[in-house]
């Protein structure tokens, strides 16, 4: 999540073409692909999403162990996605069937293509996902958001959640630092009993940081509304890529 945070911050201020682009255009870009994802039939189209975000992501300057160990996760669900529709779908005609404790499991060849198409629909959904996330700024996200209406509380809750996350698992490092100093992982039973504490200590400090901030933002005038940049107009660059992502969606649509 830190490298992350850290990317987002340091592209957007470079103005890289990926990331300067309007948030609004990346929003009903996102909404149309993972709309493309989810009807478009098949492996085909899903897995062709997953790879064209994959080389987006490249092209903004994001690098490929990044990508790729975000989606360990998706690749786990998806997995896990395909073995239980082996099993549990049972149409077509049956490939193979092997022993399994007191069970005759068989694998049909419908169970095989529908684990295959959820599979495939994780990824390409989750890809689209993440190169929306690593290249668009907070900031431009929540303008964009407000400009389709969000509710003010939901936007003011992101910015307010995403701000002081890193602060918490930052603090959560350096408690976990200082109880390592002091041998407080030397064992499983040091371990609990220093987990424990840690949580006690941050959820404390939690706390403590909220009421300080709240105290701090009234001080500087806030009356329960955040107030933020209204996004202007939308620049020919932002135009012209709306133009050809709406192209590569529809080609891949039909490609199904």
């Given at each position: 999540m830190s490298g992350a945070h850290s990317f987002i911050d340091a592209q957007g201020e470079s103005r890289r073409l990926l990331v300067a682009l309007d948030g609004r255009i990346k929003l009903f870009l996102l909404s149309a692909a993972l709309m493309v994802n989810l009807t478009a039939g098949g492996v085909r189209v899903s897995l062709l999403l997953a790879?064209?975000?994959?080389?987006?992501?490249?092209?903004?300057?994001?690098?490929?162990?990044?990508?790729?160990?975000r989606m360990a996760i998706p690749v786990l669900l998806a997995l896990v996605a395909l073995a239980t529709q082996l099993f549990w779908f049972r149409e077509g005609e049956a490939i193979f069937t092997f022993p399994f404790l007191f069970w005759e499991m068989t694998v049909y060849s419908g169970g095989v293509a529908r684990g295959m198409e959820?599979?495939?629909?994780?990824?390409?959904?989750?890809?689209?996902?993440?190169?929306?996330?690593?290249?668009?700024?907070?900031?431009?996200l929540m303008r964009a958001a407000r400009?389709?209406?969000?509710?003010?509380?939901?936007?003011?809750?992101?910015?307010?959640?995403?701000?002081?996350?890193?602060?918490?698992?930052?603090?959560?490092?350096?408690?976990?630092?200082?109880?390592?100093?002091?041998?407080?992982?030397?064992d499983s039973r040091s371990a609990l009993r220093s987990s424990g504490i840690l949580g006690g200590?941050?959820?404390?400090?939690?706390?403590?940081?909220?009421?300080?901030?709240?105290?701090?933002?009234?001080?500087?005038?806030?009356?329960?509304?955040?107030?933020?940049?209204?996004?202007?107009?939308?620049?020919t660059?932002?135009?012209?890529?709306?133009?050809?992502?709406?192209?590569?969606?529809v080609v891949l649509f039909l490609m199904h």
């Open positions: 790879l064209l975000a994959f080389a987006l992501v490249l092209g903004a300057g994001v690098r490929a162990a990044a990508f790729l160990k959820i599979a495939s629909r994780i990824l390409g959904g989750m890809a689209t996902l993440l190169f929306f996330a690593l290249t668009t700024p907070l900031p431009e400009w389709f209406r969000c509710p003010p509380v939901l936007v003011e809750l992101a910015l307010i959640m995403y701000r002081y996350v890193f602060l918490l698992l930052d603090e959560g490092g350096r408690i976990r630092t200082a109880q390592k100093a002091r041998l407080g992982f030397v200590m941050l959820i404390l400090r939690t706390f403590d940081r909220a009421e300080r901030s709240f105290a701090a933002m009234r001080c500087r005038g806030y009356q329960g509304a955040l107030t933020g940049i209204t996004p202007g107009k939308l620049q660059k932002d135009w012209g890529a709306l133009v050809v992502g709406l192209g590569v969606l």
